[in-house]
């Protein structure tokens, strides 16, 4: 929902931290998964109950999440980069409900909840970004990427927002875990009625 909004904003210092890290010899491809131990390194803190370790992982990695794309375009965007890029952001998102949902047997239901949300948000945001593909759409509005972007009331920005608050407030999990499912869902909603307009021609 605000992660379009805030790109003018964020883009100006990771794309001048990308060129550093590319200067020193950083790759892309090395950053996101650099980012991808530091998630599964907040999981793995969430299970052993370590929450405040947890919120610095996850805060660390989303960081890096940013600055592989500035990396890419500091040296070489690669459609690898791209494809890497998504696949390990969906197994951080997957893994952080999981986590929780091992740490305490109340938060089961719950935590699965979540990861079938975040399935069919998946689904519906690369089936989109496929026919966009296909009819020759593009857009910028969250920067440059490897291929199209769709909006939607859940988007990154807001997925480790609440990430980050069932880390301060683990006890609230089983609340904060169908909020977003919810979200989730009228994401996918909206992204359906988008394609709808945008592609039933």
């Known amino acids: 929902m605000f992660d379009a909004k805030i790109r003018p904003l964020i883009d100006p210092p990771?794309?001048?931290?990308?060129?550093?890290?590319?200067?020193?010899?950083?790759?892309?491809n090395?950053?996101?998964?650099?980012?991808?131990?530091?998630?599964?390194g907040a999981a793995y803190a969430i299970t052993i109950q370590h929450f405040g370790w947890a919120l610095a992982l996850i805060a660390i990695s989303r960081i890096l999440d940013g600055l592989?794309?500035?990396?890419?375009?500091?040296?070489?965007?690669?459609?690898?980069?791209?494809?890497?890029?998504?696949?390990?952001?969906?197994?951080?998102?997957?893994?952080?409900?999981?986590?929780?949902?091992?740490?305490?047997?109340?938060?089961?239901?719950?935590?699965?909840a979540l990861v079938a949300a975040f399935t069919i948000t998946g689904v519906s945001f690369l089936a989109f970004a496929v026919t966009a593909?296909?009819?020759?759409?593009?857009?910028?509005?969250?920067?440059?990427?490897?291929?199209?972007?769709s909006t939607g009331l859940a988007e990154g920005g807001e997925t480790i927002a609440f990430f980050l608050i069932m880390c301060l407030l683990p006890m609230h999990f089983v609340g904060l875990a169908y909020v977003f499912a919810g979200?989730?869902?009228?994401t996918v909603l909206q992204r359906t009625v988008l394609a709808w307009l945008s592609f039933r021609r």
Request: glycine residues 14%; proline residues 3%.
């Open 183 to 186: 979200l989730c869902v009228v």
């Open 68 to 112: 592989d794309g500035a990396v890419a375009r500091a040296t070489e965007k690669t459609a690898f980069g791209g494809y890497l890029d998504i696949v390990c952001d969906f197994i951080f998102y997957v893994s952080i409900p999981l986590a929780f949902g091992i740490t305490d047997p109340s938060n089961l239901l719950p935590a699965l």
């Open 14 to 28: 990771l794309n001048a931290a990308g060129r550093g890290l590319a200067r020193v010899g950083f790759t892309a």
């Open 30 to 40: 090395g950053v996101t998964l650099l980012g991808l131990g530091f998630g599964l």
């Open 133 to 149: 593909a296909e009819q020759g759409a593009e857009t910028s509005a969250h920067g440059e990427k490897s291929f199209f972007y």
